[in-house]
Each structure stands twice: as C-alpha cells, then as structure tokens.
Nanobody
Framework: QVQLVESGGGLVQAGGSLRLSCAAS????????RGWFRQAPGKEREFVAT?????RYADSVKGRFTISRDNAKNTVYLQMNSLKAEDTAVYYC?????????????????WGKGTQVTIST
C-alpha cells in the first residue's frame, strides 16, 4: 500500500523557518515528480513547489522556500524560510508519474494527509 506521510509542521512566528518532510512507502518514487501543495481555510488547494529533474515554485514562495528530494530515502523536503502569516495552511505532499514540473493538483496520483503550518504575527 502506497503511503505519503508529511511531518515537520507546527506553529512558528513570522520570519521564522520550518522544514517539512514527506516520506513515501509502498513503492519507489525516484522517477516520479514530487510536489507540495497547501490549502488555507476557505480556499482551494494551491501549488507551492515541485521537483523532478528540475524545480518550480509558486511566485508567492519563490526565494523563500526550497524543495529537495532524497531518492535513497524516498523522501521530499520543503525548507520554508522567512515565513509570513499568509503561509498558514495545511501542507500536502504529492507524487505524480511524470518528469515534468506540473502545477495542477489533478495531475498527481498520490497524496499525503497533510501537516498544519501556522504562522503567528
């Protein structure tokens, strides 16, 4: 059974940092794109970052967030710096069977259950 499990969320002050992790099990995702999305209350799920052979970021996080992956550990990370109140959301990791940098959540086949990130001001 394929599982994606996020960790690393929490409460942090504005300007602070968090590092999210997403560990996969049940299959190898080395040839899959791995992405991060987020959903704030009352809003649609939105793209944050994705990585395959290249990376792509939402404009709102560019320069502050960094996505990386460790295929040996089947894990993807999201380093989040200079956090803002508007970054508050549930963060989801995803995996898709392609090597492009897709931003549409419908392209991703596997999803984690999410981890809450709350930024206080």
């Amino acid at each position: 059974q394929v599982q994606l499990v996020e960790s690393g969320g929490g409460l942090v002050q504005a300007g602070g940092s968090l590092r999210l992790s997403c560990a996969a099990s049940g299959r190898t995702f080395s040839t899959y794109a791995r992405g991060w999305f987020r959903q704030a209350p009352g809003k649609e799920r939105e793209f944050v970052a994705t990585i395959s052979y290249s990376t792509r970021y939402a404009d709102s996080v560019k320069g502050r967030f960094t996505i990386s992956r460790d295929n040996a550990k089947n894990t993807v990370y999201l380093q989040m710096n200079s956090l803002k109140a508007e970054d508050t959301a549930v963060y989801y990791c995803a995996a898709g069977p392609f090597l492009s940098v897709a931003v549409n959540p419908r392209d991703y086949h596997y999803w984690g259950k999410g981890t809450q990130v709350t930024i206080s001001t």
